[in-house]
């Protein structure tokens, strides 16, 4: 079966028990976007960069976008920007074909602000639409597209 990157159906029901290497590898890729989230939120540019394969390009939401090694430096700058910021990963679709992958995975992020910062607390949601393949140390992510559903800036606490 060819991994079609945009059609939902491919996830349609009934849901059917995967295979134990099936199931490894599942959790494997799910995995990715929990460590990349890990490195973001604790500004470690290294791990976030542990998931990617060194050809892997990026498509931002907010026009960011590239190679990863330009791409993650902008993403860990602007989030050091805040205070903290803490990623959710909440859904998660993965479809495998043999040592290709598709991930969704859907996400929180909420950014809260420095207290004599001059700007809102910011959240967002997002979708993580991640190919993976299968390296010879594992499964990494070769190309992410980062969609955007909604955003809210929010007033600090007095």
Known sequence: M????????????????????????RYAIGQL???????VDTRNFEL?????????VAEGSSGLGGPIDE???????GVSA????????????????GD?????????AVHKVHPDADRPHFDLG????????????GWKIVHRKVVLHW???YPKES
């Open 2 to 25: 060819a991994i079609d990157k945009d059609n939902t159906l491919q996830w349609a029901g009934p849901g059917v028990p995967p295979s134990a290497s099936e199931l490894a590898d």
């Open 33 to 39: 976007a929990r460590i990349y989230c890990l490195g």
């Open 48 to 56: 976030a960069r542990s998931i990617f394969a060194d050809e892997c």
């Open 71 to 77: 791409y993650l430096p902008n993403i860990i700058k």
């Open 82 to 97: 805040f205070k903290v910021t803490q990623h959710n990963i909440t859904n998660q679709y993965i479809t495998i074909d």
């Open 100 to 108: 290709e992958a598709l991930c969704w995975n859907y996400a929180i």
């Open 126 to 137: 997002v979708t993580y639409r991640d190919t993976c393949r299968r390296f010879a140390d």
């Open 151 to 153: 955003n809210q800036s």
